[in-house]
């Protein structure tokens, strides 16, 4: 059957995710320090990270929803330093300008333009990016995150959202990103086909089965695979 839509993943698929993390991280300590030193002192950077952990280890019912762990770790930060009212929304907003301050891959942006101007392109993706801050929201003609699905890749019914969105059978939807897990298995027990991007040319983890239909260096790569499939009827 041939390929009627895509499904990408974000972080780590068109933009390396830590650099980004690592800059919300300090933006939000720095605004601590001036702020609230009080609880600078208390939570560090790693501390708060290791807050963050214990908190997603205690919700397990919010596995899908990242924003919603990091803001019940500043309040237990901040409760914890005997503030009661503590500043989210000012830290959150401050998080996340730097969460999307994104540097995309040099080859992200030039495959986008190629690919969608044949195919629809859904984004898929457990992480809370916001797709108009970083500026490629144009590309894509839906954006499914577990957040507001409810449940998170690999997880096959985010996958089957997304293929209803779409309004494509699940065979006939590639699913693209760059976690063997999370991407590659949750797809294909979803029944969509697989791209694998990796970047480091990393053997497939034989543990986790059926290597994935394609195994690609980068972006630009898919878009001449898909350049070259047969013209769709």
Not at 53 to 58: L, M, Q
Not at 93 to 108: C, G, K, M, Q
Not at 118 to 130: F, K, Q, R, V
Request: proline share 8%; charged share 20%; net charge negative.
């Amino acid at each position: 059957m041939p390929i009627l839509a895509l499904t990408l993943d974000l972080d780590d698929t068109l933009w390396p995710m830590l650099p980004a993390l690592e800059r919300a991280d300090q933006a939000v300590d720095a605004w601590l320090q001036q702020h609230h030193p009080e609880v600078a002192r208390a939570w560090p950077i790693e501390a708060m990270r290791e807050l963050r952990a214990r908190v997603a280890a205690e919700r397990l019912d919010l596995a899908h929803d990242f924003t919603t762990q990091r803001q019940l770790t500043l309040e237990h930060a901040f409760a914890s330093c005997g503030i009661t009212e503590a500043p989210v929304a000012a830290l959150w907003e401050i998080y996340f300008a730097e969460r999307n301050s994104v540097e995309l891959y040099p080859d992200s942006l030039p495959a986008l333009r190629r690919i969608t101007a044949h195919w629809p392109l859904a984004s898929l993706t457990n992480g809370n990016a916001d797709l108009q801050r970083i500026g490629i929201h144009a590309h894509f003609s839906h954006h499914i995150c577990a957040r507001d699905s409810g449940v998170a890749k690999p997880d096959p019914r985010i996958f089957r959202a997304a293929a209803a969105l779409l309004g494509v059978a699940p065979g006939q939807i590639l699913h693209v990103g760059d976690d063997p897990l999370m991407d590659v298995v949750g797809a294909r027990e979803a029944g969509l086909r697989t791209a694998w991007i990796n970047r480091d040319g990393q053997p497939w983890p034989t543990e986790l089965g059926a290597s994935p239909e394609l195994d690609l260096p980068d972006l630009m790569a898919l878009a001449d695979w898909l350049d070259a499939q047969p013209a769709r009827t």
